[in-house]
């Protein structure tokens, strides 16, 4: 068109291009003018779009699927409506698949009541008591036990809050659990049976509190219990140990026609009960498990600890481990008088911080009392308050301080206490019947093994003579006779200074 010098080409070097027959491509079309037309650049056009490819356009162009779906269904289709000579062919293959298929939901079937058989078998050996009963905690994997558990739900933040609103929670919890724990061991029982069957979520917030403190004991006393009931459960009947004369631990746990009875009394949330279930059919136990309320009644019986539920001498150990709490508790030990059989034991476990001490004067305060620290400087005060808070919770056991402070625990008079209600150490020195190894706790096993002087379990007959011999008696000479002034009432009911033996424990004002 526009002619350039020097690069105009002259058309005669030009050849014709022809057909190629060899290779089969076509000539190019040439114009009217005799020159080769210009191929078209227009988009090459898909099929067109129709009813039965819709769905196959839409996968393969829309969602960018291969033809495997389209494949699939040319091979249904070609199954279904095959021809006559493939006909029986596709016939044998349907009745195949069918077969296979018959044969997954046969295996399916077998597997769904073989799990059906095990857990009816399970729900039998639990009711039973010879399974424990299924937790919430119970995974395919190793899981905590329940107090662990609980306390760590305890300790872990709510979602949403900062730091500082989890730690004033959790003083929150404590304060909470100590009011409550204060009203249970200033009260009578019926008064407590009273207020948490008013209102059941105390109970739940005690022992949540009460897990939580447990978890920073140096050691907890069921834990020990646990161990000797299966340590002496497993020992022959009949067999004495080397120490028979002091009732060491070694002896084989009091049967009854070949089954030993315990009732665990205040119980809490079964933790004995829980730990023993799977052994209790082979060391031939069975478990009785009491106290205020119950959250499952298979395990524990809601009831108050003066009134057990339990005919008279049907059982071989009861347990107070941490539960003679309320102003009425001689009335709990009169009635575990009544439910053991003679030269059955009594175990108990309780704070150092409840009983006395051997060089507290007369006039010392009670190391647990409200106000016997000295008033401080309230920047000091508020100071070591909040440096020693969980300190205290370690240290402490219902808001007592551990008596490994200087001095020893003075048990004489709770000894003589519970041997004026009917139980005796094993030997006469009292040796074998007392463990203050620990310094936090103090263990004691006693044998019902005399009859009460006072207490609710008083004999009739003693009660008369002990009234004939008063009548002819002066004050002073009754004065020097009664170790207990205020002890001696009708029907040789222990009361006063008696129960004063085991001081309730009152927490200090923060």
């Keep these: 068109m526009f002619a350039v010098p020097g690069w105009s080409v002259s058309s005669a070097a030009l050849a014709r291009q022809v057909e190629d027959r060899a290779s089969g491509k076509p000539e190019p079309a040439k114009a009217a003018d005799g020159k080769v037309a210009r191929s078209a650049k227009k988009r090459k056009r898909g099929p067109a779009v129709?009813?039965?490819?819709?769905?196959?356009?839409w996968e393969k162009v829309i969602e960018g699927k291969d033809g495997k779906a389209k494949r699939e269904r040319k091979r249904r289709k070609k199954d279904q409506d095959g021809d006559d000579a493939g006909g029986d062919a596709a016939e044998s293959g349907e009745e195949t698949r069918n077969?296979?298929?018959?044969?997954?939901?046969?295996?399916?079937?077998?597997?769904?009541?073989?799990?059906?058989?095990?857990?009816?078998?399970?729900?039998?050996?639990?009711?039973?008591?010879?399974?424990?009963?299924?937790?919430?905690?119970?995974?395919?994997?190793?899981?905590?036990?329940?107090?662990?558990?609980a306390a760590e739900a305890t300790r872990r933040p709510a979602s949403g809050l900062t730091p500082l609103q989890a730690s004033m929670r959790q003083k929150l919890t404590a304060a909470r659990f100590r009011h409550i724990n204060q009203t249970l061991y200033t009260t009578p029982s019926a008064e407590s049976v009273e207020l948490f069957q008013?209102?059941?979520?105390?109970?739940?917030?005690?022992?949540?509190?009460?897990?939580?403190?447990?978890?920073?004991?140096?050691?907890?006393?069921?834990?020990?219990?646990?161990?000797?009931?299966?340590r002496r459960g497993q020992m022959r009947a009949g067999k004495k140990s080397?120490?028979?004369?002091?009732?060491?631990?070694?002896?084989?746990?009091?049967?009854?026609?070949?089954?030993?009875?315990?009732?665990?009394?205040?119980?809490?949330?079964?933790?004995?009960?829980?730990?023993?279930?799977?052994v209790k059919k082979k060391l031939g136990l069975k478990m009785h498990s009491f106290d205020l309320q119950s959250r499952d009644d298979r395990l524990v019986t809601a009831t108050d600890m003066a009134k057990l539920p339990l005919p008279s001498a049907s059982v071989d150990v009861a347990i107070f481990c941490l539960a003679l709490m309320g102003t009425n508790w001689l009335?709990?030990?009169?009635?575990?008088?009544?439910?053991?059989?003679?030269?059955?034991?009594?175990?108990?476990?309780?704070?150092?911080?409840?009983?006395?001490?051997v060089e507290r004067t007369k006039k010392a305060a009670v190391e647990h009392s409200v106000g016997k620290k000295k008033k401080q400087d309230k920047k000091a005060a508020?100071?070591?308050?909040?440096?020693?808070?969980?300190?205290a919770l370690a240290t402490e056991v219902d808001g007592a301080p551990s008596s490994s402070a200087g001095g020893s625990t003075e048990l004489g008079p709770f000894l003589a206490v519970l041997?004026?209600?009917?139980?005796?150490?094993?030997?006469?020195?009292?040796?074998g019947a007392t463990d203050t190894s620990n310094k936090m706790f103090v263990k004691l096993r006693l044998y019902k093994a005399s009859t009460p002087t006072r207490g609710k379990q008083v004999p009739a007959s003693s009660v008369a003579e002990r009234q004939e011999r008063a009548e002819g008696e002066t004050w002073a000479t009754r004065r020097k006779r009664l170790k207990f002034v205020d002890g001696e009432g009708e029907g040789g009911e222990g009361g006063g200074d008696e129960g004063a033996v085991l001081k309730p424990c009152v927490y200090k004002v923060r």
Aim: proline share 7%; with cysteine.
């Design 99 to 149: 077969g296979v298929t018959q044969s997954i939901k046969e295996r399916f079937e077998k597997r769904r009541e073989s799990k059906e058989r095990k857990r009816e078998k399970k729900r039998q050996l639990q009711a039973s008591g010879e399974a424990p009963p299924d937790r919430p905690q119970y995974r395919a994997t190793k899981a905590p036990s329940p107090s662990k558990a």
């Design 50 to 57: 129709t009813g039965e490819n819709l769905a196959e356009l």
């Design 331 to 357: 009335d709990f030990v009169d009635e575990a008088f009544r439910v053991l059989r003679w030269k059955g034991e009594l175990w108990i476990a309780e704070i150092k911080s409840r009983f006395g001490r």
């Design 382 to 391: 508020k100071g070591a308050d909040e440096e020693d808070d969980e300190l």
């Design 419 to 431: 041997a004026a209600h009917g139980f005796l150490p094993p030997s006469s020195s009292g040796a």
């Design 242 to 278: 080397g120490r028979s004369d002091e009732g060491g631990d070694d002896d084989p746990l009091p049967r009854t026609d070949s089954t030993c009875t315990i009732a665990d009394l205040g119980c809490g949330d079964a933790s004995l009960a829980r730990s023993l279930g799977p």
């Design 198 to 230: 008013q209102n059941p979520e105390m109970f739940d917030e005690y022992h949540e509190g009460f897990r939580r403190q447990v978890e920073l004991w140096p050691e907890n006393p069921v834990a020990g219990y646990v161990e000797e009931v299966k």
